[in-house]
């Protein structure tokens, strides 16, 4: 039997695995840097002290904690077949956490001068999932 498959449809979209315990904790109110330092591959919780920085005016240390989700995210985007490009669904939860990691680098770098990174992330952010742009950018 042949497969006809559409080779102009582009790289299927690529779904991380859920990390249900880690999720279930940030979710509950236990504190990011918590989580992060029990589950430090989980994204979520980079993107969550990321966030809790920026807010705080602090730059560098939100540059830091997204860099640190965004490279763990990388690293199981690689794992679950992603080859540098293609969809990234913001609507698969387990997702999330590397494309806020994303969206909080760009803005933490724009913040700190790194107009060139922060433009990088931001068409990444963009290639990646349009529908992760409206609901970061509208948070």
């Known amino acids: 039997m042949e497969s006809h498959e559409n080779l102009l449809a ?5 779904l991380l695995p859920d990390n249900p315990e880690a999720r279930q ?3 509950s109110g236990v504190k990011a840097s918590d989580v992060a330092a029990r ?3 989980y994204s979520g919780a980079w993107g ?5 920085y920026f807010a705080a005016g602090h730059a560098v240390t939100s540059y830091a904690f997204a860099r640190t989700g965004y490279h ?7 794992r679950a077949g ?3 490009h293609g969809p990234i669904p913001w609507d698969h939860a ?3 956490g590397f494309l806020r990691c994303l969206h909080a680098l ?3 770098a724009q913040a700190i001068g790194e107009k060139d990174e922060a433009e990088r992330c931001s068409q990444f952010l963009r290639d990646s999932s349009p529908e992760a742009v409206k609901a970061l950018n509208s948070a």
Not at 10 to 14: Q, S
Not at 48 to 52: K, P
Not at 72 to 78: E, F, I, P, T
Request: aromatic residues 6%; neutral net charge; charged residues 25%.
């Open 72 to 78: 763990r995210g990388l690293d199981q985007l690689r």
């Open 106 to 108: 760009a803005r933490s």
């Open 10 to 14: 582009g790289p299927p979209p690529t």
């Open 48 to 52: 969550a002290l990321a966030d809790e």
């Open 82 to 84: 992603w080859k540098g």
């Open 94 to 96: 387990p997702n999330q």
């Open 25 to 27: 904790a940030l979710e």
């Open 39 to 41: 589950f430090p591959a």
